[in-house]
């Protein structure tokens, strides 16, 4: 009943919420991401977004969807995996952001591991910018990390903004210099965090610095500051801050796959593992 080429589709439009870039991620033209989505609500014979020139959201059915879809494409590719005899070997090294501490990420890794047992998965835990780094210099095989809206590489998985956030009970001081909790550098949050308060002309000082996401969200939590971090992965406990207290806006921020530079012998996991993110890639920003 429902085509797996078309259920691809469908995940691609429904992470990046966009028919043009889904078109990109998947190599086709937009007319074919726009057919595939027409025959999936026709085989469902509902609704699965909502749509027009400004935007695309998914509907209450295209959540629903989004379930069926994972399921029935992990069990397609399991078949097919068995059938022709196909099976992955060798070391992976994969390296993920902090900012997925505290997302599904673990899910998607442990159901990599069960589909392919014989592939040694060695993860790093880093900043983005450390991540691109390790992987510039070989030491890594497959990142998933942000990166600036205007850089070229990486595939992406989904797009999100930025924004103030910290303890509900915070009242940051207009006239006093925003209380910053931060990444060290290279982080890419960090550098988007400061430009913005230099480009407002706000005084800043860093009232914490740690390199761990925990350590970060501790911080918050005490009411130390404000952080800038991902809209769509707003850790528990902390809430955005409200636009009434001036903080300025932190723009767009991309999370994206990037894969080595050289070919080497964990290639073939390591689009294994990018494809197994990118098919659940929402599962790593929603609730």
């Not at 998965?121 to 780094?133: A, F, M, P, R």
């Not at 989904?158 to 924004?163: E, I």
Request: charged share 25%; net charge positive.
């Amino acid at each position: 009943m429902y085509d797996p080429s078309q259920l691809r589709t469908f995940l691609a439009v429904a992470q990046t919420l966009s028919f043009t870039q889904a078109a990109r991620r998947l190599g086709l033209r937009q007319s074919t991401v726009s057919q595939h989505v027409r025959r999936l609500e026709g085989a469902a014979g509902r609704q699965l977004f909502s749509r027009d020139t400004h935007s695309v959201e998914l509907t209450e059915d295209g959540e629903a969807m989004l379930g069926f879809a994972r399921r029935i494409l992990e069990v397609h590719d399991q078949a097919t995996a068995f059938f022709t005899g196909t099976r992955l070997r060798g070391r992976l090294r994969f390296g993920a952001s902090e900012d997925f501490v505290l997302t599904r990420l673990p899910e998607i890794l442990e159901g990599f591991r069960y589909d392919h047992p014989e592939v040694d998965l060695e993860l790093t835990v880093e900043l983005s910018g450390t991540l691109h780094e390790q992987l510039a210099a070989g030491k890594l095989d497959l990142v998933l990390a942000k990166r600036r809206p205007e850089e070229p590489r990486g595939e992406l998985v989904w797009h999100d903004r930025l924004v103030w956030i910290g303890a509900e009970r915070l009242r940051p001081d207009t006239e006093r210099p925003v209380p910053l909790i931060v990444y060290p550098p290279p982080g890419i949050t960090r550098a988007l965090a400061l430009e913005a308060l230099e480009r407002q002309g706000r005084e800043w000082r860093i009232v914490c610095t740690s390199g761990s996401l925990n350590g970060l969200i501790a911080a918050a939590r005490a009411g130390l500051g404000v952080m800038a971090h991902s809209r769509g992965l707003v850790p528990p406990g902390l809430v955005r801050v409200p636009d009434r207290f001036g903080l300025p806006e932190l723009g767009r921020v991309d999370f994206v796959l990037v894969h080595g530079p050289r070919r080497t012998a964990a290639q073939g996991a390591a689009d294994a593992l990018a494809a197994a993110i990118l098919a659940a890639g929402d599962r790593l920003h929603r609730a």
